[in-house]
C-alpha cells in the first residue's frame, strides 16, 4: 500500500472561484467520452456531459439496470470494453471495489497512447490498486456531492464543486482535460480546488468515517440511548438527536457557525460552547488521529479490500446490527406521519 509523505499532501493552489467560460473545452468536446458504469454519479456524469455538446458513450453490461436507464435516458450504450476502445478519455464511475477488475479486464486492454483514464475518487490510484500504463494521463474529478445533486444543479445552470488532480500528465494536457471535464458536469460554475490523489484520497476516508457517517451517526445513537436509559421517551430522544439534526446542519452548510449562532437561543449557543468540548474532547481527537493513521498508512485500504475479496461478513454482520437499533423503529414510526418527507412531497 501506499504510505503517505508530507510531500504528498502539497498540492498547486487553484482558486475556489472558476468561471465556467474561463476553461476552453473545444479540444475536449472533440474527444469521445466513455463513462464506465451508471450509478448516481456515472448517470450524473454522461447526461451533463451530453448536454454540454460532447460525444458521449456508456460502457454498462447487456441487460443490465444500468444499460436500460441510460438507453430511457437517450444515451448511446456499448459493452464497457467496446465503449473504452472507442473513446480517448475513459471515466470509471462503478463502485471503488470493482475498479481492478474492469480495469485490468476492460480498459487497460483497450487503451492506446494518448488516452485518459479518470477517477471520481482517488482510493484506487493512491493505493496501488491499478497501475499506470506509460503513455496514459490519469486524472482525478471528485465534485462535492452525490451525483443527484450534480445533475440537479448543473439542470438549474449551477453546478457542484469540484476537486480536481493528476497523478500522471502523458500528454501534457492533462490538466486541461480534467478542467474540461469538470467544466463539462457543471463543476467550473461552482468552483475547482487542485489537490493530490492522496490529500483527496486520505481527507474523504476521514471525513466519512470519524465526522460525516461513522462519527455523526455514532453521536446521534449515543445521545438516544442515553436519554432513553435515563426513561425519557424514545419518540422524544429521537425528535432531539436526530431529527432535529438537519436544522442545525442546513445552519452550517448555508453560513458556517456564524450563521448557526444567528439562529439558535442564546441557551442552545451557551450549552454548545459549554457542553461540545465535553463530549469531543482530547481522548476523541486522539481516536480522530489514530483513524487518520490507519488512512494514510494503508491499514483501512488493507482491511476493506481483504473483506470485500472474503465476501463482505463483517460488512454484512455490522450493518444489520446497525440497522438493528431501537432509534430505526422508533423513526419509522415517527416518520410515518411526516407526509413532506415522502419523494416527490415537496415538489412544486
Same mark, same amino acid.
Given at each position: 500500500?501506499?504510505?503517505?509523505?508530507?510531500?504528498?499532501?502539497?498540492?498547486?493552489?487553484?482558486?475556489?472561484?472558476?468561471?465556467?467560460?474561463?476553461?476552453?473545452?473545444?479540444?475536449?468536446?472533440?474527444?469521445?467520452?466513455?463513462?464506465?458504469?451508471?450509478?448516481?454519479?456515472?448517470?450524473?456524469?454522461?447526461?451533463?456531459?451530453?448536454?454540454?455538446?460532447?460525444?458521449?458513450?456508456?460502457?454498462?453490461?447487456?441487460?443490465?439496470?444500468?444499460?436500460?436507464?441510460?438507453?430511457?435516458?437517450?444515451?448511446?450504450?456499448?459493452?464497457?470494453?467496446?465503449?473504452?476502445?472507442?473513446?480517448?478519455?475513459?471515466?470509471?464511475?462503478?463502485?471503488?471495489?470493482?475498479?481492478?477488475?474492469?480495469?485490468?479486464?476492460?480498459?487497460?486492454?483497450?487503451?492506446? $497512447? =494518448?488516452? *485518459?483514464?479518470?477517477? +471520481?475518487?482517488?482510493? !484506487?490510484?493512491?493505493? %496501488?490498486?491499478?497501475? @499506470?500504463?506509460?503513455?496514459?494521463?490519469?486524472?482525478?474529478?471528485?465534485?462535492?456531492?452525490?451525483?443527484?445533486?450534480?445533475?440537479?444543479?448543473?439542470?438549474?445552470?449551477?453546478?457542484?464543486?469540484?476537486?480536481?488532480?493528476?497523478?500522471?500528465?502523458? $500528454? =501534457?494536457? *492533462?490538466?486541461?482535460? +480534467?478542467?474540461?471535464? !469538470?467544466?463539462?458536469? %457543471?463543476?467550473?460554475? @461552482?468552483?475547482?480546488?487542485?489537490?493530490?490523489?492522496?490529500?483527496?484520497?486520505?481527507?474523504?476516508?476521514?471525513?466519512?468515517?470519524?465526522?460525516?457517517?461513522?462519527?455523526?451517526?455514532?453521536?446521534?445513537?449515543?445521545?438516544?440511548?442515553?436519554?432513553?436509559?435515563?426513561?425519557?421517551?424514545?419518540?422524544?430522544?429521537?425528535?432531539?438527536?436526530?431529527?432535529?439534526?438537519?436544522?442545525?446542519?442546513?445552519?452550517?452548510?448555508?453560513?458556517?457557525?456564524?450563521?448557526?449562532?444567528?439562529?439558535?437561543?442564546?441557551?442552545?449557543?451557551?450549552?454548545?460552547?459549554?457542553?461540545?468540548?465535553?463530549?469531543?474532547?482530547?481522548?476523541?481527537?486522539?481516536?480522530?488521529?489514530?483513524?487518520?493513521?490507519?488512512?494514510?498508512?494503508?491499514?483501512?485500504?488493507?482491511?476493506?479490500?481483504?473483506?470485500?475479496?472474503?465476501?463482505?461478513?463483517?460488512?454484512?454482520?455490522?450493518?444489520?446490527?446497525?440497522?438493528?437499533?431501537?432509534?430505526?423503529?422508533?423513526?419509522?414510526?415517527?416518520?410515518?406521519?411526516?407526509?413532506?418527507?415522502?419523494?416527490?412531497?415537496?415538489?412544486?
Amino acid at each position: 500500500m501506499t504510505t503517505s509523505t508530507t510531500a504528498q499532501h502539497s498540492a498547486p493552489q487553484t482558486a475556489m472561484s472558476r468561471a465556467a467560460g474561463e476553461v476552453d473545452t473545444t479540444a475536449f468536446k472533440a474527444e469521445t467520452i466513455a463513462v464506465i458504469g451508471y450509478g448516481s454519479q456515472g448517470r450524473a456524469h454522461a447526461l451533463n456531459m451530453k448536454e454540454s455538446g460532447c460525444n458521449v458513450v456508456v460502457g454498462v453490461r447487456a441487460g443490465g439496470k444500468g444499460a436500460q436507464r441510460a438507453t430511457e435516458d437517450g444515451l448511446r450504450i456499448a459493452e464497457p470494453a467496446d465503449a473504452a476502445r472507442e473513446a480517448s478519455l475513459i471515466a470509471i464511475l462503478t463502485p471503488d471495489m470493482s475498479h481492478e477488475q474492469v480495469f485490468r479486464e476492460d480498459i487497460a486492454p483497450n487503451l492506446s $497512447t =494518448g488516452d *485518459a483514464v479518470l477517477f +471520481a475518487h482517488g482510493f !484506487t490510484v493512491h493505493f %496501488g490498486r491499478v497501475d @499506470a500504463p506509460e503513455g496514459i494521463d490519469i486524472l482525478l474529478v471528485a465534485p462535492k456531492g452525490p451525483g443527484d445533486l450534480v445533475r440537479r444543479e448543473f439542470q438549474r445552470g449551477r453546478g457542484v464543486p469540484c476537486l480536481f488532480a493528476i497523478h500522471q500528465d502523458a $500528454t =501534457g494536457t *492533462a490538466r486541461a482535460r +480534467a478542467l474540461s471535464y !469538470t467544466a463539462c458536469i %457543471g463543476g467550473a460554475t @461552482a468552483g475547482v480546488i487542485e489537490t493530490s490523489f492522496a490529500e483527496e484520497t486520505e481527507t474523504d476516508l476521514f471525513g466519512e468515517q470519524a465526522v460525516l457517517c461513522g462519527g455523526a451517526t455514532e453521536l446521534v445513537l449515543a445521545g438516544y440511548e442515553t436519554l432513553t436509559d435515563a426513561g425519557y421517551q424514545p419518540e422524544i430522544a429521537y425528535f432531539e438527536c436526530l431529527h432535529e439534526l438537519k436544522l442545525i446542519v442546513d445552519l452550517l452548510y448555508e453560513g458556517g457557525l456564524e450563521k448557526m449562532h444567528e439562529f439558535i437561543s442564546e441557551t442552545a449557543i451557551y450549552g454548545d460552547l459549554r457542553s461540545g468540548p465535553r463530549v469531543v474532547n482530547d481522548e476523541t481527537r486522539q481516536r480522530m488521529r489514530e483513524i487518520l493513521t490507519d488512512i494514510q498508512d494503508g491499514t483501512f485500504a488493507r482491511d476493506w479490500i481483504t473483506e470485500n475479496q472474503a465476501g463482505k461478513p463483517q460488512y454484512n454482520a455490522l450493518l444489520r446490527k446497525d440497522l438493528a437499533h431501537p432509534i430505526e423503529q422508533t423513526g419509522a414510526r415517527l416518520r410515518a406521519d411526516m407526509p413532506w418527507l415522502k419523494p416527490g412531497a415537496n415538489a412544486l
